[in-house]
């Protein structure tokens, strides 16, 4: 039996609660506002499970994108009824909920609460989902390029180091994305912010993903949202981490701590680092706001091929987001502002007089995927934003 629901008016702290019986009408995709908007139910197709099933090719291993607590992501290709092309087809990415995953069903009603709503061209599109018997899948937009987690960490001839230009280019779409979730009517705590769950289309335009731990922000009345702690280590902001009490802007400091990543090639948390650099912004804290030192834990895979006032531009507003007392973070809106800023400079990438061995290289050597989730929230997080290029591990 397939269900489809829509969005009733008792809402939980997740969003709305979704009722197995109810339906709503299938739509297409408005690609009418390049600045985003919120419709007011789910705008989703109700696939059947043959249907997927046969788009993902029976769900083969060969077809697997990703894969995390949640399950795995395949790529799917859908026929195009109606096209008139003969056997045209849309590639898709299928995510098949794993049936012994506790939190499984909850964060699926939330990813179609939430970005089945949610219409913007920095956020993945969710086609639509299936509920058939046991069975729980999402259906998203392709992404080419994959996670920019993979083209930050991952190894070998398929993956190429992103240039200066890329990485700009990427933080400004990623921001959009977030900026446009914390501005709407319907203010939206992202509440995941990190490098596995920014998707690169073809272009390397960047969309986030995986709206599985999303919330609604604070009502007027009230500064925060009190809410068991789920997130990524080191990525949550510390008030988060100590308190439960969740602000629009603890995702500003998850945005923060990718700026650093895009900026060192480095992740937020390795335990193959010496002691006293396992997280990130405790150790490049110091090195942020000074023009030198900063160069001294640049990516080496850029090979000194970036403008240096940019880079310095940028790590000094990672700095501010990644402030320890919220009220002093900027907003979202204003980080876009300040990235689009360095942009518009158009400062030319340098070419560096001498090449010279990156003082941290050392430390890249070994790296792995973190699933340090736990205790935050008790899942892997590598299959939640599906990748085109194979994974390191």
């Known amino acids: 039996m397939t269900r489809s629901f829509k969005t009733t008016s008792n809402t939980t702290s997740s969003g709305s609660n979704l009722s197995r019986n109810s339906r709503f009408s299938v739509a297409s995709f408005d690609e009418n506002y390049p600045n985003g908007q919120i419709l007011p139910t789910p705008n989703l197709r109700v696939f059947s499970f043959a249907e997927l099933k046969t788009a993902a090719k029976n769900f083969r291993a060969d077809t697997v994108l990703g894969e995390g607590g949640f399950g795995k992501v395949y790529k799917g290709w859908l026929d195009d009824k109606g096209s008139g092309k003969s056997g045209s087809s849309t590639v898709i990415a299928v995510k098949k909920l794993n049936s012994e995953s506790l939190q499984?069903?909850?964060?699926?009603?939330?990813?179609?609460?939430?970005?089945?709503?949610?219409?913007?061209?920095?956020?993945?599109?969710?086609?639509?989902?299936?509920?058939?018997?046991?069975?729980?899948?999402?259906?998203?937009?392709?992404?080419?390029?994959?996670?920019?987690?993979?083209?930050?960490?991952?190894?070998?001839?398929?993956?190429?180091?992103?240039?200066?230009?890329?990485?700009?280019?990427?933080?400004?779409?990623?921001?959009?994305?977030?900026?446009?979730?914390?501005?709407?009517?319907?203010?939206?705590?992202y509440r995941d912010f990190k490098a596995s769950n920014i998707l690169l289309d073809g272009s390397y335009t960047a969309k986030i993903s995986d709206f599985g731990l999303a919330k609604m922000g604070p009502s007027a009345s009230q500064s925060h949202v009190t809410t068991r702690v789920m997130g990524t280590y080191g990525y949550a902001a510390p008030e988060y981490v100590a308190t439960g009490h969740l602000y629009v802007k603890s995702d500003v400091y998850g945005f923060g701590v990718v700026l650093v990543e895009i900026l060192t090639g480095l992740r937020a948390l390795d335990p193959n680092r010496p002691s006293g650099r396992l997280n990130l912004v405790d150790w490049i804290k110091p090195y942020l706001s000074d023009k030198r030192k900063l160069k001294n834990i640049m990516d080496s895979r850029l090979e000194g091929k970036y403008p240096s006032k940019a880079a310095l531009g940028i790590a000094h507003l990672a700095l501010r987001c990644i402030e320890s007392e919220h009220k002093h973070r900027p907003s979202m809106k204003e980080v876009v502002e300040i990235l689009e800023r360095i942009e518009a400079s158009d400062e030319k990438p340098r070419e560096p007089r001498s090449r010279s061995t990156h003082p941290t290289s050392v430390h890249r050597q070994g790296l792995q995927p973190l699933h340090h989730r736990s205790p935050l929230h008790p899942r892997g997080d590598e299959g939640r934003a599906y990748q085109h290029s194979p994974r390191v591990r």
């Not at 939430?114 to 046991?134: A, Q």
């Not at 996670?147 to 070998?156: A, C, I, M, P, T």
């Not at 993956?159 to 700009?168: D, T």
């Open 104 to 189: 499984g069903f909850e964060e699926w009603q939330s990813e179609v609460n939430f970005l089945g709503r949610l219409s913007h061209p920095n956020l993945v599109k969710l086609m639509g989902y299936c509920w058939e018997d046991k069975e729980l899948l999402l259906v998203y937009e392709f992404m080419q390029k994959g996670s920019l987690e993979n083209h930050l960490f991952g190894r070998g001839s398929v993956v190429q180091p992103l240039s200066w230009q890329l990485r700009l280019k990427i933080s400004i779409g990623a921001a959009r994305g977030l900026a446009f979730l914390h501005t709407s009517e319907k203010q939206v705590i």
